[in-house]
């Protein structure tokens, strides 16, 4: 019920969007957000908004990412810029913590 796209290959320094689509029901939680994992690590947050428009980052990616939600649209999106190696993952939509997209593999090579 929640779908990303958007992931590719880009190098250090490079940009990417990505985006989350689901149900309307999906975007009548209050809190939705971006989780990533990388191999052989926990999942961990990248970022959420509430509603309301309350927004949390990880201290690793602020001032680089911008999440944003349109609920007309039942979309989601994080735009990713001056991306780092580190930042390779798959990454995640969530929506409350109880429904997850697939993952939508972001690489950035050196």
């Known amino acids: 019920q929640l779908v990303e796209s958007g992931g590719g290959l880009v190098q250090a320094g490079g940009s990417l969007t990505l985006s989350c689509a689901g149900s309307?029901?999906?975007?009548?939680?209050?809190?939705m957000g971006w989780y990533r994992q990388a191999p052989g690590k926990q999942r961990e947050l990248v970022a959420f908004v509430t509603s309301g428009g309350r927004i949390t980052y990880a201290d690793s990616v602020k001032g680089r990412f911008t999440i944003s939600r349109d609920n007309a649209k039942n979309t989601m999106f994080l735009q990713m810029n001056s991306l780092k190696p580190e930042d390779t993952a798959v990454y995640y939509c969530?929506?409350?913590?109880?429904?997850w997209g697939q993952g939508t593999q972001v690489t950035v090579s050196s």
């Open positions: 309307g029901s999906m975007f009548r939680f209050n809190v």
């Open positions: 969530t929506a409350g913590l109880v429904h």
